[in-house]
Nanobody, 119 residues
Framework: QVQLVESGGGLVQPGGSLKLSCAASGLSFSDYVMSWYRQAPGKERQLVAHIGPYQDATIYTDSVQGRFTVSRDSATNTVYLQMNSLKHEDTALYYC????????????WGQGTQVTVSS
């Protein structure tokens, strides 16, 4: 049974930082591209960042470029999202997604973790 469990969300002031974690189990971690998505109230879910199986390819949406860093640890099957210089517009429910590298029809979602940026 595949599980993706996000953690690390919370309330932070503008300009602050948070580090999200997504622990994966029940899958072969190195076979999956790992992604972070977010969904704000009333908006569609959007891709924030993703990272290839061997940390050889990272992509960020323009609005987080230079502020967020995605990484992964194969020893613990965990993917991270370090978020710095947070802005009000970063407020959203953040989701982790695992997509199988050789068959994108196979994918899994976590349950999400809330990030709220407010003074």
């Amino acid at each position: 049974q595949v599980q993706l469990v996000e953690s690390g969300g919370g309330l932070v002031q503008p300009g602050g930082s948070l580090k999200l974690s997504c622990a994966a189990s029940g899958l072969s971690f190195s076979d999956y591209v790992m992604s972070w998505y977010r969904q704000a109230p009333g908006k569609e879910r959007q891709l924030v960042a993703h990272i290839g199986p061997y940390q050889d390819a990272t992509i960020y949406t323009d609005s987080v470029q230079g502020r967020f860093t995605v990484s992964r640890d194969s020893a613990t099957n965990t993917v991270y999202l370090q978020m710095n210089s947070l802005k009000h517009e970063d407020t959203a429910l953040y989701y982790c997604k695992a997509v199988r590298l050789l068959d994108s029809r196979i994918y899994y979602w976590g349950q999400g973790t809330q990030v709220t940026v407010s003074s």
